[in-house]
């Protein structure tokens, strides 16, 4: 493996995978970063690597140009970040969801049979989700043996990103492993999610809007973890295999609000709570024993310590 692809990766996860495996491992890989710049993206969450990668703004949605990639840098591993990944958006523009993740996906991989071809030990790792398995009670933890269960239009299209990714090992031998991860946070996430917004708001003096009554459940990965998660299954992962990766940080959302507004030093008088999302699943916790028992992985951080990370990397953005 020298030549890597990684889509997606001017956006939140991508960015921080990119600049741990460039800290890392110096100049022992080439990097390609391949992202069509969508809202989410920005280039400047690549600034520690910036030299060090090059970039091509191309969507993956496009085979001729995946094709043309892949043969140009001469790929032989693709990680693959790229999707739309807010839940929201998701119930308003369903369709969106299923063009960039199902069917951007299948064209990507299909890109890469047809120019490692079928059985290449060329590696391909899929970055999902756990929301793919749907909802939990306050029992119990997503196993990677559990069938798929999406309820949201992003979940069902990361789930059909899945099947996808899963056949084309299956049928066509091709060297695939599928990572399935908890709530990610951390630097360089779009502030329209959960944390980041909470942080703007909180240090701006604004009322923090909580669905339903904050007691929805979530198990927080700091994303640096994540990203070593993610370069441990690209070194040593099984084929074929799927790989769960969580953080061991339960913690119902309106806890983890609170948590912000006591590092900020702010009241709980700025919690206003709203109509309750659509859809909204109740409780997801990792089982990510496998990542530890096959490949010696577990998260470093407490959502505390990583909460206390990422408040002060906002501020210093001047949150």
Known sequence: MKNI?????????GSNFVNHMVEKYGDKY???VYDKMT??????????????YEFVKEDICDLEKDVETLKKYNIDAVVHFAAESHVDNSIKRPLTF??????????????CRQVWGEGSPNRFVHVSTDEVYGTLGDNG???ETLPLAPNSPYSASKAGSDLVVRAYGETFNMNVCITRCSNNYGP???EEKLIPLM????????????YGKGNNVRDWLYVLDHCIAIDTVLQKGLKGEVYNIGGNNEKANL???????KTLGKSEDLITYVQDRKGHDYRYAIDSSKMKRELGWQPSLTVEEGMAKTIAWYLNKQY
């Open 39 to 52: 809202y989410a993206a920005n280039m400047e969450n690549l600034a520690p690597s910036e030299g060090k």
């Open 188 to 190: 360089n996430q779009h």
């Open 141 to 143: 933890f997503f196993v």
């Open 98 to 111: 299923t063009e960039n993740n199902v069917m951007g996906t299948n064209t990507l991989i299909e890109a």
């Open 5 to 13: 692809l990684v889509t997606g990766g001017a956006g939140f996860i």
């Open 255 to 261: 806890d983890v609000v609170k948590l912000i507004l």
């Open 30 to 32: 080439t990097y390609v």
């Open 199 to 210: 942080i703007k708001k909180a240090k701006a003096g604004e009322n923090l809007p909580v």
